[in-house]
């Protein structure tokens, strides 16, 4: 998923995710409930019927999103990279 963001491109994710209130928030992609039937409901108006216009605003937020939440740290093991996208101070109080 950051991969996506990072690549301009929307994501579909589920409300049982962790972060999607920031998906959400930073109109990043569509969240929709944990069912096979939503997941085709919101797959549908991500492609097609999703207005071109709504599709551009959530790939043009998308690098932008990527960049103020995901943290790049030097990797170890043979890795370059450690990506992590940090939990929003809301979940972590409660």
Partial sequence: MVESLAAGRPVLISNQVNIWPEIEGDGVGLVDDDTRGRHSAAAARAGSSCPPRERDAMAAAAPPSFMA??????????????????????????
Avoid: D, K, L, N
């Fill in 69 to 94: 939440r995901v943290r790049h740290e030097p990797g170890g093991g043979g890795h370059s990279t450690v990506c992590s996208f940090p939990p929003s101070m809301e979940r972590m109080r409660a």
